[in-house]
């Protein structure tokens, strides 16, 4: 396979088809507009579409009711298609409501929960299964946080969640392992980037999220990765020499 870290297309290769949920805003319409590809087809999975280019799938991924609606378009496409290679980047993630878990609303609370810990592991689910057995090469990638790892105040369902997806990951990709041809299942934390996430962040009280400060300060300091910049180094993954179940940092990728 071609090197792509520098995010421009190479070897024109027929048949792609590339899911991004949340393509819409932030580092999902960055990795969209980095597509290292040659005419692939991309899918973008969010609630408001207006990708460049995209085929979108309109859902509300903190739904229930929805996730179906895009297993189905996994095996759609997959089926009619008889693609070469196959990608699902999972992106979509809230952090809302941040703040004390005694204090924030539950409701929010409830499709924090649903989308950054449940909708990952059975949307995961469904491309796993959409791909099995298919003579093609296979990635799937979920963005992770340093949440995951450290615990901050007022984003207990947010690192709960990708704490979740990582272990998710780590268990799938010792299965993926055992199969020929197998899906390539790795999950990257992103570092802190410019996003309105990021922005999310930093709008928040010392009360609510007491880590705060610091995001103000690294904005300050111009220290906030520029999203094209991740995401080229998210692409270059998948021409690295990672086994599935990989859990790792864009800090860690040189």
């Known amino acids: 396979m071609p090197a792509l870290g520098d995010g421009q297309a190479m070897t024109p290769l027929r048949r792609i088809l590339v899911w991004i949920s949340g393509a819409s805003a932030g580092l999902g319409a960055a990795l969209a507009a980095t597509?290292?590809?040659e005419?692939?087809?991309?899918?973008?999975?969010?609630?408001?579409?207006?990708?460049?280019?995209?085929?979108?799938?309109a859902?509300?991924?903190a739904d229930p009711e929805s996730w179906p609606v895009v297993e189905k378009d996994f095996r759609q496409r997959i089926e009619a298609g008889?693609?070469?290679?196959?990608?699902?980047?999972?992106?979509?993630?809230?952090?809302?409501?941040?703040?004390?878990?005694?204090?924030?609303?539950?409701?929010q609370y409830t499709r924090n929960v649903l989308l950054n810990s449940a909708a990952a592991q059975v949307l995961g689910q469904s491309f796993l299964s959409a791909v099995s057995g298919r003579d093609c090469e296979q990635h799937l990638i979920m963005?992770?946080?340093?949440?995951?790892?450290?615990?901050h105040e007022g984003e207990s369902s947010y690192g709960a969640g990708k704490a979740a997806i990582d272990q998710w990951v780590r268990t799938v990709g010792l299965e993926q392992q055992r199969r020929s041809p197998g899906c390539r299942v790795i999950s990257?934390?992103?570092?802190?980037?410019?996003t309105d996430m990021q922005a999310e962040l930093r709008a928040a009280s010392l009360e609510e999220v007491p880590v705060s400060g610091r995001f103000r300060d690294m904005q300050a300091l111009g220290h906030l990765a520029k999203?094209?910049?991740v995401a080229r180094t998210i692409w270059s993954l998948l021409d690295r020499d990672l086994p599935s179940g990989t859990v790792l940092h864009v800090r860690d990728v040189t």
Do not use: K, M, Y
């Open 35 to 37: 597509i290292p590809f």
């Open 39 to 57: 005419r692939a087809e991309l899918i973008d999975i969010s609630r408001r579409g207006g990708t460049p280019g995209a085929h979108h799938v």
């Open 59 to 61: 859902v509300d991924l």
């Open 82 to 107: 008889d693609p070469e290679l196959v990608v699902f980047i999972h992106n979509a993630g809230t952090l809302t409501p941040l703040g004390s878990a005694d204090h924030v609303d539950t409701e």
């Open 143 to 151: 963005l992770s946080s340093g949440a995951a790892r450290r615990p």
């Open 188 to 194: 990257v934390s992103p570092g802190s980037v410019d």
């Open 227 to 229: 999203p094209e910049t």
